[in-house]
């Protein structure tokens, strides 16, 4: 499969993006055509800690992920089961907050709203905010404790709606990505009810060295685990991903409809220096 993907461009200025009000952001996009493999085609013995990334087959409980207590009462000990489970961590912090986000084709989709797939070549966290967001993740004697540690941030990503995918998620080997693929820019969570905040966030400029899977065929009892960031360096740190239009869908398929939540893993033991981790 080829898909159409947004890569950062050269800029003279610092990105920005932005997550309800995009007319804000400060980005200039470069569109490139990439070869896709499905990303359940790996050789035996691949996945998140090669890769950056794995297909694990995860059915859920809840009905409805724009219940804020069933995500709150239900998935998220099911996603720190499973984090549990896939990675051997010690301990897991899951996000409180489920987001559901629908293609564009969808009547669900407004101008100025948090609910739309992500355009462009992105990662949630560089080195700085990983170790940032670790530290607000815990309280703090334990985050001063584990702060030698290894730690990782996963994105659990699950489509709500049967495939194909109109909008499909694409993820990159993390092994394909060099450091100076990645430019610093600032997230910002521009909420419409209160204060905004920002935090750091890397764009990735074009590389043909980057090696491209996707999860058009996904199944909705199935879930994409991605990492975000892994203090190991002997391990993967991270999976660049992004959404793109499915060419291959045909042209009466339900809108795409999604659900991803964030978490922490920590680890005991193999105890790294912070500046191994950064």
Aim: glycine share 4%.
């Amino acid at each position: 499969m080829k898909g159409r993907i947004n890569y950062l461009d050269v800029m003279a200025e610092r990105p920005a993006f932005h997550a309800f009000d995009r007319s804000k952001d400060i980005l200039d996009l470069v569109e490139h055509e990439v070869e896709m493999r499905p990303a359940r085609e790996s050789a035996s013995g691949e996945g998140l800690d090669e890769r950056g990334f794995a297909i694990v087959r995860w059915p859920t409980a809840v009905d409805d992920f724009e219940d804020a207590v069933a995500v709150r009462t239900i998935y998220i000990a099911e996603v720190e089961a499973l984090l549990r489970q896939l990675t051997g961590a010690a301990k897991v912090v899951v996000t409180p907050n489920a987001v559901v986000r629908w293609g564009e084709r969808s009547d669900r989709v407004v101008p100025a709203a948090a609910n739309r797939p992500a355009r462009f070549v992105h990662t949630d966290y560089t080195d700085e905010s990983a170790l940032m967001w670790r530290d607000r993740m815990l309280p703090p004697e334990e985050a001063e404790a584990r702060r030698g540690g290894r730690f990782a941030i996963y994105n659990i990503w699950r489509t709500l709606t049967p495939p194909p995918l109109d909008v499909a998620l694409a993820v990159c080997d993390a092994r394909s990505i060099a450091p100076e693929d990645l430019v610093a820019a600032d997230a910002v969570a521009d909420f419409p009810d209160r204060d905004a905040m920002s935090f750091e966030a890397g764009i990735f400029r074009p590389s043909a060295a980057h090696r491209w899977y996707h999860v058009a065929d996904i199944r909705t009892d199935e879930v994409l685990v991605f990492k975000g960031y892994d203090s190991d360096p002997a391990r993967a740190c991270r999976s660049a991903h992004t959404a793109f239009d499915n060419r291959d869908c045909p042209p009466d398929a339900p809108a795409r409809r999604s659900v991803d939540i964030r978490a922490f893993a920590f680890f005991d033991g193999n105890h790294l220096s912070e500046e191994q981790g950064s």
